[in-house]
Structure formats: C-alpha cells, structure tokens
Antibody
Framework: QVQLVQSGAEVKKAGASVKVSCRTS????????MHWVRQAPGEGLEWMGW????????NYAQKFQGRVTMTRDTSISTAYMELSSLTSDDTAVYYC????????????????WGQGTLVTVSS | DIQMTQSPSTLSVSVGDRVTITCRAS??????LAWYQQKPGKAPKLLIQ???DLESGAPSRFSGRGSGTEFTLTISSLQPDDFAAYYC?????????FGQGTKLEIK
C-alpha cells in the first residue's frame, strides 16, 4: 500500500531554516510528482510547489520562490522540502502529497498525503 | 492567481440531510477541480477529481458537478462520519489554489 511518512515536529527560531522529509513506499517513487502543501493553524490549505522525483525538476509557487527548495533522494524514495528565512507566518503543518497522475506530462489532484509535520517558528 | 470561493463557510446539518457545497473560481478552470475532506488533526483525503470523478474507496453518497467556474459537491444523505471540513482545489493553473473550506457542524 502507498505510504508517505513525514519527519517529526520542528521548533525553529525566526530567521532559521527547516527541512522536512517525506519517505515513501508502496509505489515507484520516480513515477509521480510530489507536492508540498501547508496549513497554518485554523486556516486553509496553501500549495507550495512540486518536485519531479525522476528529474529533480521543480515548480514553486511564486510566493515561496527564493525561500523554498525541494529535493529528493531516489535511493531511499524520499522527498524533502526546505524553507529558509522563517518568520512566525510560516508556523504551519506541512504536508507532502503525491500527484495522482502517473507520469510527468500533467499534474492532477493529490491522492496520497503524508501525516503532516508541524513547524513552529518562535521569535 | 485563481481565487476559489466556497459557500457556505459553515453548515449546520443533521444525519440524513442532503448537503450541497458550492465552489466558484475567479476564472474558468474547465473540469480541473478536486474536492477533499479533512478531519481535525488529519491530512486531507481526496474525494473527487476532474470535477465529478469519484475516487476509488470514496462513498457513493458523494458526487461532484460543474465545469468552468461553478462547481458543487453534494452528499446525498449525510452520515456521522461526514462531519468534517471540505475544500475545493483548482489544478488548472499554477499556483494551484484551494477554497477557504466549508465546515459541516452537527445541528
């Protein structure tokens, strides 16, 4: 069965960086885009971007350009999301989510999600 | 960015009710719309994509309709397990965007 297991909660100081991992199993990691979505406490969902695990290519939301870096390690079927220059506005649960399209020509909805990683930024 | 507007934000309903949630896009997104269910402390769960395609394993009481800018999610007969928040999402244009959510509460 498909599983996405994320790393544990993080507490960071303002100005620091955080790196969240998403370890996958149950499918061919390189066949599907991996997205990152965040949710501030009590708020809605915000898409941050995707990584093509096959090529390493990325597509970031403009809001996060320059601050986010998505990478992957195909040898361990794991995706990473690093966010830098953290502020209190970055306090949120961060999710990895698999694209439901098998391949790299399109991007569809997100069919499997990690359990979420709470990142708390303190000043 | 494409703005997705859901209505209502909160809905007080009872088990057995027929429930309809509306999602409007600020510009046409064809059929590239998904609906997710989210329970407190849990990740969202995909219910419907391409506006009306029910995901494998999602109950048949959920249905989606629409194209262009106006979409609906209908629950034909609300069950206790359905009390949750529901989000629409467009994946026609980057950046992908979500509605603000609709929370179903017990009346």
């Amino acid at each position: 069965q498909v599983q996405l297991v994320q790393s544990g909660a993080e507490v960071k100081k303002a100005g620091a960086s955080v790196k969240v991992s998403c370890r996958t199993s149950g499918y061919t990691f390189t066949d599907y885009y991996m997205h990152w979505v965040r949710q501030a406490p009590g708020e809605g969902l915000e898409w941050m971007g995707w990584i093509n695990p096959n090529s390493g290519g990325t597509n970031y939301a403009q809001k996060f350009q320059g601050r986010v870096t998505m990478t992957r390690d195909t040898s361990i079927s794991t995706a990473y999301m690093e966010l830098s220059s953290l502020t209190s506005d970055d306090t949120a649960v961060y999710y990895c989510a698999r694209d439901s399209y098998r391949g790299h020509s399109y991007s569809w909805a997100f069919d499997y999600w990690g359990q979420g990683t709470l990142v708390t930024v303190s000043s | 960015d494409i703005q997705m507007t859901q209505s209502p934000s909160t809905l007080s309903v009872s088990v057995g009710d027929r429930v309809t949630i509306t999602c409007r896009a600020s510009q046409s997104i064809s059929i590239w719309l998904a609906w997710y269910q989210q329970k407190p402390g849990k990740a969202p769960k995909l219910l419907i994509q391409k506006a009306s395609d029910l995901e494998s394993g999602a109950p048949s009481r959920f249905s989606g309709r629409g194209s262009g800018t106006e979409f609906t999610l209908t629950i034909s007969s609300l069950q206790p397990d359905d009390f949750a928040a529901y989000y629409c999402q467009q994946y026609n244009t980057y950046p992908y965007t979500f509605g603000q959510g609709t929370k179903l509460e017990i009346k």
